[in-house]
């Protein structure tokens, strides 16, 4: 367990911890399923940025992007590469080959820069409209971790790694079932919480299956298209995720 919380804050988040004794298969599956909780250092942040904007009056959509810049550093932009990587690597080549070699050596090509900046505006318009609700900053940082379940999901057993080196491949298909289904558990806890607190719970729970189906969707064709998934999609798998959950928000 210390491994695998280790492995997954220091992975997922930029705070200084110290490196995990064993990495293996079980503890990155393990710490795949810990991913909502650990990720709880960022969702605080981005609570009190929220709460601070709309304290001092700062404009809804500003506050947003603020919130944005602070979880890009938490992450060390970790997940935008990713997301930026999968979209080029989709659209570069009908050779899975070279549509991997992009994804790892290439510069951001248009299809990773458009991906970027659709789903950080799609990100920051949802946002302010949750902003703007008296308790929004409570909701925000429960999707922040809300929004990291997409990662047990994605490396559930039988989901096959495109490559059998990078960073991803230890974690890819590591997550039993029983423990994707636990971490799918906590994360409708922490969805109905957030719809609670904005007044509406139906929405954010329409929303979680929406995010479902846009994971599993993603994994879907990059399986079918790379011949598995790797680090890069875990990371567009976050931000397409939290996207979808932010929307489901804003509508509440």
Do not use: K
């Not at 879907?220 to 999609?233: A, P």
């Amino acid at each position: 367990m210390r491994d695998a919380w280790l492995l997954a804050t220091g992975t997922l988040t930029a705070v200084r911890v110290p490196p995990p004794s064993r990495v293996d298969r079980p503890v990155a599956g393990l710490a795949m399923v810990l991913a909502p909780v650990a990720v709880l250092p960022l969702a605080v942040v981005a609570a009190i940025l929220a709460l601070l904007g709309d304290r001092f009056g700062l404009a809804p959509l500003a506050t947003a992007y603020v919130v944005l810049l602070a979880l890009a550093l938490g992450t060390r932009a970790f997940h935008w590469d990713g997301l930026a990587d999968t979209a080029d690597g989709l659209t570069a080549s009908y050779s899975p080959e070279r549509s991997l070699e992009v994804m790892r050596t290439g510069p951001v090509g248009p299809a990773g820069v458009v991906a970027v900046v659709l789903v950080a505006g799609l990100q920051a318009a949802a946002l302010a409209s949750v902003i703007r609700h008296e308790h929004g900053w409570v909701a925000v940082g429960l999707l922040v971790c809300a929004s990291r379940a997409c990662l047990a999901i994605a490396c559930v057993s039988g989901v096959p790694a495109a490559r059998a080196d990078g960073l991803g491949a230890t974690h890819i298909g590591s997550v039993p079932d029983v423990g994707a289904l636990l971490s799918l558990a906590l994360t409708i806890v922490l969805v109905a919480l957030a719809g609670f607190v904005l007044g509406s719970v139906w929405p954010l729970l329409v929303g979680l299956a929406l995010m479902l189906a846009a994971v599993v969707a993603l994994v879907f064709r990059c399986v079918r298209r790379l011949g598995g998934i790797t680090g890069d999609v875990l990371g567009a798998a976050v931000e397409v995720s939290f996207a979808v959950l932010v929307l489901a928000a804003a509508t509440s």
